[in-house]
């Protein structure tokens, strides 16, 4: 099986920073793309940040300038930088991956969530 666990969620000021990082784990073949989500109290969750396998990422027009994501292969991570942080920005934060994992031989893609991390900003 397959786990995704996040880390680096917290309380801060507007115009602060926070870094989030999402490792995955388990009987993993190949990570295709990672990307971060959020859903704030009563809102849809959507798309802040994605990045393939090759590097190439994109980001919501909400958060460009601000907010960077990376990526780690070798440690199966991905992280999202987040600066000059806004109230808007709270919401829970959560980590994607579309892994390939193996079992007993055999391959399977299936689409991974983290558990959720809240990032809150308020002054």
């Known amino acids: 099986q397959v786990q995704l666990v996040e880390s680096g969620g917290g309380s801060v000021q507007p115009g602060g920073s926070l870094r989030l990082a999402c490792a995955a784990s388990?009987?993993?073949?190949?990570?295709?793309?990672m990307g971060w989500y959020r859903q704030a109290p009563g809102k849809q969750r959507e798309l802040v940040a994605t990045?393939?396998?090759?590097?190439?990422?994109n980001c919501a027009d909400s958060v460009k300038g601000r907010f960077t994501i990376s990526r780690d292969n070798a440690k199966n991570t991905v992280y999202l930088q987040m600066n000059s942080l806004k109230p808007e920005d709270t919401a829970v934060y959560y980590c994607?991956?579309?892994?390939?994992?193996?079992?007993?031989?055999?391959?399977?893609?299936?689409?991974?969530w983290g558990q959720g991390t809240q990032v809150t900003v308020s002054s």
């Open positions: 990045i393939t396998s090759g590097g190439s990422s």
């Open positions: 388990g009987s993993i073949f190949h990570i295709n793309t």
């Open positions: 994607n991956a579309f892994i390939i994992w193996s079992s007993a031989g055999a391959l399977a893609p299936r689409d991974y």
